[in-house]
């Protein structure tokens, strides 16, 4: 059992089943479900180390940390380029839009008619510059 819990298995590998605790016992399965002391002190040991967090060395968790700072670093900067590309793209959509708007008043009073027809009180159409 102290080897399978300090995960240093010689016959098995390494999971921690009754079935291993048996094999590295070098006793036949029947013989290690008779044992009812052992297997309960077994699955003890199994219910405390899985509710036991694994301590690691302060060295090791600022390591593990670091990395994990790094990982996200890059996400974020891939993320920003991501973003200023779409403001790119949508600022040149508004200017071909703005454009178009501009060409179509210039040669169409029906359009500049509309538009002021359709102006709310916060939107100023755009006048054909002369």
Aim: glycine fraction near 6%; charged fraction near 30%; charge should be positive.
């Amino acid at each position: 059992m102290a080897r399978l819990l300090a995960k240093r298995p010689e016959h098995t590998d390494g999971q921690l089943t009754v079935a291993n605790l048996a094999r590295e016992a070098g006793v036949c399965r029947a013989t290690a479900n008779r044992a009812e002391i052992v297997l309960k002190e077994f699955r003890t040991a199994l219910g405390d180390r899985r509710r036991a967090p694994v301590a690691r060395s302060p060295k090791i968790r600022i390591k593990e940390l670091e990395a994990e700072v790094t990982l996200l670093r890059g996400q974020e900067r891939q993320e920003i380029g991501k973003l200023r590309q779409a403001v790119q793209v949508m600022a040149q959509q508004i200017q071909v839009l703005a454009l178009g708007a501009v060409t179509r008043m210039r040669y169409s009073p029906e359009a500049v008619e509309e538009a002021g027809k359709t102006a709310g009180a916060n939107v100023v159409p755009i006048r054909p510059v002369s």
